[in-house]
């Protein structure tokens, strides 16, 4: 089963998760004015309201995460995936079960002044069957980006008949599903299977920009090592490059050797050199994550005070 999540502002950012692809739900809504007839229904009962909040409640919903949605949420090693940048697409291995394909900065839709809020959509995928239909979408991509871009971006839809967003689920799902089938049978490199092969953890990366630059962009905001990925695609230049395929090369026998006839207090000494290094970092890794933290709840006020305005100005304009 191939699960999808976004990252998309209506009414400021929030992480949905947006259905699967075993799902025949045509659409999913996010109506965040429905809380607010029902609160409203209770001060002040209204049997047309009523009415229509009863039909809404029936409508198939996109699920806000937090962590409460335990049973929805993606797992967290991917949440820098969501929260960083470093990448415009990439398609990588979670564990020997579950793979993930994810594309940041997709055009959303324009607001009264032409302006377009970018969002990121994520698949993961938990079986063989799901990882051969990713490596399909991640061949397509290559070939097809801006196409793929414009087809995501018509999926979430400003509903002026239900007053809020609406997501188009049976659209995703028919066009991974047309995308797997023509591409299924295409000879490419692109496949998760050959980097498992190699150890690489990273089948696809895809980038704008300079090649090297964006090596040492995917290190520093995704934690991705150059070594791990197997794939790049430079948007830019249109064109694919497989990383160094060769293996590492084994200790060899004379270095083995030296180390196992080395003094015990040599090694002692080695050790405790890494060891000490390693500790040095602690603390800068602890400021960091400290850092991260306080931004994450910085951002979560700013989200929760535009949902409080949110409602007063819609609760004005009803009244």
């Known amino acids: 089963m191939i699960k999808y999540y976004a990252y998309y502002s209506h009414g400021g950012y929030k992480d949905f998760y947006l259905g699967c692809n075993a799902e025949d739900t045509k659409s999913r ?16 009962p209204n049997a047309e309201l009523q009415k229509e909040v009863d039909r809404q409640r029936q409508l198939p919903m996109l699920t806000v995460l937090t962590d409460l949605t335990v049973e929805y949420n993606y797992p967290d090693c991917l949440r820098r995936m969501v929260s960083h940048s470093g990448y415009k697409a990439l398609y990588r291995r979670i564990d020997s079960r579950r793979t993930v394909f994810a594309i940041r900065d997709i055009p959303g839709t324009k607001d009264a002044y032409g302006r377009s809020t970018p ?23 290559t070939q097809h980006l801006t196409d793929l871009e414009q087809f995501l971006s018509t999926l979430f839809v400003n509903d002026v008949a239900e007053n809020g967003l609406r997501f188009d689920l049976r659209l995703l799902n028919n066009e991974i599903d047309r995308i797997a089938a023509s591409n299924s049978a295409k000879p490419s490199s692109i ?13 696809l990366f895809a980038h704008y920009g300079e090649y090297t630059n964006a090596l040492d962009l995917l290190q520093r905001e995704q934690g991705i090592d150059c070594s791990c990925v197997d794939i790049i695609y430079s948007i830019s230049e249109n064109r694919t490059r497989r990383m160094n395929t060769q293996p590492e090369p084994p200790i060899s026998r004379q270095a083995h050797s030296a180390w196992q006839t080395a003094p015990d207090k040599d090694k002692v000494q080695t050790l405790l050199s890494l060891i000490k290094n390693f500790k040095e970092q602690l603390p800068r890794i602890g400021q960091h994550e400290q850092r991260i933290a306080q931004l994450e709840e910085q ?21």
Do not use: W
Not at 36 to 44: A, P, S, T
């Open 29 to 44: 809504y996010f109506l965040p004015l429905l809380q607010v007839h029902e609160q409203r229904l209770i001060e002040k």
């Open 119 to 141: 969002f990121c959509i994520m698949m993961v995928g938990d079986s063989n069957d799901d990882t051969a239909t990713l490596d399909c979408l991640a061949r397509y991509m």
């Open 191 to 203: 496949a998760m299977e050959e980097s498992d092969k190699l150890g690489r953890q990273v089948c």
């Open 299 to 319: 951002v979560s006020q700013l989200e929760r005070r535009i949902s409080q305005l949110e409602r007063l100005l819609n609760q004005s304009k009803e009244q």
